[in-house]
């Protein structure tokens, strides 16, 4: 995706109150993120233990959400709906995205399993295991690769178009 600046995923979060722009607090350094090897922004919150952030690109403008881990536990070996491997280094966690405009103002979300760092861009782009001899390993690399933005555009999409 094209490189964005801080104040880009600020401006980019469709989801959020003034007060959740303003307290959005990013790890790191925004310029040292590996743009060119994402296919969407994820982050948690430096401060907030329990938000973190999403942003792709939909029809060319950056649109971003702000997700807040939820209570509740997904059962063991839940699996990501983004990046879809099934073999993943890190926790599966379920995160609550609000709607936007009325809806979310009174209270309705959208949900979705996500890893629980949005390691996502990391997990697809590793190269898939199989005991057949004639797999193509980077055809299928390529492909989890191109589902992983999909998914993660059509998740943001539903919860922009309010579907
Ligand atoms: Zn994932």
């Not at 997700?67 to 890190?90: E, F, G, K, T, V």
């Not at 979310?104 to 199989?130: K, W």
Request: charged share 25%; glycine share 8%; hydrophobic share 35%.
């Amino acid at each position: 995706m094209h490189a964005l600046t801080e104040a880009q995923i600020r401006a980019s979060l469709i989801n959020v109150t003034q007060s959740e722009r303003r307290n959005l607090t990013l790890p790191g350094d925004v310029s040292d993120t590996p743009w060119d090897a994402l296919q969407f922004y994820g982050a948690r919150d430096r401060k907030l233990a329990l938000v973190g952030y999403v942003v792709v690109e939909l029809d060319g403008i950056p649109t971003g959400l702000l997700l807040r881990q939820a209570d509740a536990r997904p059962r063991s070996r839940a699996q990501c709906a983004w990046c879809a491997d099934i073999h993943l280094p890190n926790d599966v966690l379920l995160f609550t995205a609000k709607r936007v405009g009325d809806a979310g103002r009174r209270g309705d979300t959208v949900g979705t399993l996500a890893c629980d760092r949005f390691q996502c861009n990391e997990n697809a782009r590793r190269r898939p295991t199989s005991t057949y001899a004639d797999f193509d390993v980077e055809a299928a690399r390529q492909s989890r690769i191109g589902s992983l933005r999909t998914h993660v555009e059509d998740f943001v999409r539903g919860v922009r178009d309010g579907l």
